[in-house]
């Protein structure tokens, strides 16, 4: 028997909703290298934090990512997430963009570029510590479904972060 859709039964009121603290964009594969990146907006609402980290267990695990030696985390600021958003609007450039962060730590890059075999954004990040020899790095594929949420909390956080 067919039941007929009624709106009445779909009462989102009664429904309780949780609030997300990030935007996940997870990646695990079966090969086991794959990752992950989580874009959160900071405890004062005055930045957004990217952290990334690489798959170090299979799939179906709990927990496949590493996110105690792999994890590399970048403080976005205004002219950072407005320099993303303005390349997901026009990111089918042949450029890639390229951000740079340094501090007395060290220092960090992230770079994206449009793949236009794949319609979608490659996102790499980069960090060079201080008194450690050798680059760290984690690479996350974007899809434009995803590029659609990221573009939805990004604009979120810059009205946070302005106190609108």
């Not at 496949?64 to 303005?86: M, N, R």
């Not at 236009?116 to 960090?127: G, Q, R, T």
């Amino acid at each position: 028997m067919l039941k007929t859709f009624n709106p009445g039964d779909c009462n989102v009121a009664d429904k309780e909703f949780v609030k997300r603290k990030d935007i996940g964009i997870y990646k695990a594969n079966k090969d086991v290298k794959g990752s992950v990146a989580q874009f959160k907006i900071g405890s004062n609402n005055d930045c957004m934090f990217l952290e990334l980290a690489k798959q170090n267990k299979p799939m179906d695990s709990d927990a496949p990512y590493d996110w105690e030696g792999s994890k590399i985390t970048v403080k976005l600021g205004f002219a950072d997430i407005t320099k993303i958003l303005a390349y997901f609007k026009s990111g089918t450039e042949e450029k890639p963009l390229k951000l740079f962060h340094q501090n007395d730590r060290g220092n960090k890059s992230i770079e994206m570029v449009y793949q236009e075999k794949y319609n979608s954004f490659y996102l790499k990040v980069s960090m060079k510590e201080k008194d450690k020899e050798g680059m760290r790095n984690v690479a996350v594929p974007i899809s434009m479904d995803e590029v659609e949420l990221l573009r939805v909390g990004m604009n979120r956080a810059l009205e946070l972060m302005l106190g609108w």
